[in-house]
């Protein structure tokens, strides 16, 4: 078992909606949860970043991370054509010497216009 | 605020060859860790150093591979007699020390260099 899981899509929606990405994990010492943008043969692009359990919003963009059932969620209001990438959940543990990032292996989006 | 740098973007080498791969971490940034992206495949972690330290490099192959950060200079990771498994995407990213002396958890990727092994 993957110690986190990403469904790899591909997904497809059309542009305007509301758009949910998740990632399951398995190491309950996780404690930050990002979520990375990655354009086609680019590096992957830092959107969120939250510590521990509960909500954070950016623009359209919404984190969502739940500990007890270690379960973390992205979603993209009013997705946009420009929105079409793949999205990588990415966690670490706390401690100093452990903040190497531990990634799903990335959901593909496409935003249909 | 330049971001993080990797040269060279494209990289080919024959197998048996030494592959030489740059990063330079943002500006204020004294953390590096390398990831490989095999294709379909997320990414791996590698190493993670400090200026003269490394810090974990628990995720690096046992034999070939090994990653220096100097003083003065960027970060290099060397795979030697390079093997056609190796052929991925390799990205470099960093972190800055947060308030207090507390490290940041936030990484910011570069774009990466590409390692074709023919």
């Known amino acids: 078992q993957k110690e986190v899981e990403q469904d790899p899509g591909p997904l497809s929606v059309p542009e305007g909606a509301i758009v949910s990405l998740n990632c399951t994990y398995s190491?309950?010492?996780?404690?930050?949860f990002m979520w990375y943008r990655q354009y086609s043969r680019k590096g992957p692009e830092l959107l969120m970043y939250t510590y521990s359990s509960g909500n954070k919003e950016d623009g359209r963009f919404t984190a969502q991370v739940d500990k007890s059932s270690k379960y973390i969620s992205l979603f993209i209001r009013d997705s946009q054509p420009s929105d079409s990438a793949t999205y990588l959940c990415a966690m670490s543990l706390s401690n100093f010497g452990n903040e190497k990032l531990t990634f799903g292996t990335g959901t593909r989006l496409t935003i249909i216009p | 605020n330049a971001g993080v740098m990797q040269n060279p973007r494209h990289l080919v080498r024959r197998r048996g060859q030494e592959a030489r791969l740059r990063c330079s971490p943002m500006?204020?940034?004294?953390?590096v860790y390398w990831y490989r992206q095999l294709p379909e495949e997320g990414l791996k972690f590698m190493v993670y150093l400090q200026k003269e330290n490394i810090i974990d490099e628990s995720g690096m192959p046992k034999e070939r591979f090994s990653a220096e950060f100097p003083k003065e200079g960027p970060s290099i990771l060397r795979i030697q007699q390079v093997v056609r498994g190796d052929s991925a995407a390799y990205f470099c990213a960093s972190s800055p020390l947060g308030k207090q002396g507390y490290r940041s958890y936030e990484q910011y990727f570069g774009p990466g260099t590409r390692l074709t092994v023919t």
């Open positions: 500006k204020g940034h004294s953390h």
């Open positions: 190491n309950s010492a996780f404690q930050y």
